[in-house]
């Protein structure tokens, strides 16, 4: 059995909480309102945690809460892709590459990983399958006429991202 840790921090977006085992990250939550239910959210993509007292984890969490505070932070951790398919996995890696104030297309994703536009719905049930979101950057893949769909954190939350990296003008 391959023990996983957990670590919780409040950000500016609010509460996240991150997941890890010997290879890498195994989760990330988007940002949720308590730590309760941060640490929920959590059980549900990684299964059962235990709290991570060497600490471990805790430049991640640094990472995620200046990411969400604007601030350009390049995420180079080891994720531990092993649960998701052949081809989760090759579009969970391509979606990396979408640099910070750009966004992608689910038909692009498709043809960067030799899938062709026709399976932009398989590279959708990717994303909304990625466990590590901001470090999978989801958040930037927008459906084929631009628009903002399909984002577990709701629309307005992916809105918030895209506009605070610059990939969207802020409404109003």
């Not at 730590?35 to 299964?47: T, V, Y």
């Not at 080891?78 to 992608?104: C, H, I, K, Y």
Request: net charge neutral; proline share 6%; with cysteine.
């Amino acid at each position: 059995m391959n023990t996983q840790v957990r670590a919780t921090s409040h950000t500016s977006f609010g509460w996240v909480a991150v997941a890890a085992n010997a290879v890498g990250l195994t989760a990330v939550t988007l940002p949720q309102p308590s730590e309760a239910d941060a640490l929920a959210l959590l059980k549900s993509l990684a299964g059962e945690t235990l709290p991570d007292t060497d600490r471990r984890l805790q430049a991640t969490l640094d990472e995620l809460r200046r990411y969400y505070d604007g601030e350009d932070v390049r995420f180079d951790e080891t994720l531990d892709m092993s649960r998701g398919s052949e081809f989760q996995q090759q579009v969970w890696q391509a979606t990396r590459n979408v640099p910070r104030g750009a966004t992608t297309t689910y038909g692009t994703l498709a043809a960067a990983v030799g899938a062709g536009p026709a399976s932009a719905r398989a590279v959708g049930r990717c994303m909304a399958t990625n466990p590590w979101p901001p470090i999978v950057p989801c958040h930037r893949v927008l459906g084929k006429n631009g628009s903002l769909t399909g984002f577990g954190g709701g629309i307005e939350t992916k809105r918030r991202m895209l506009e605070m990296e610059g990939a969207l003008l802020p409404l109003g």
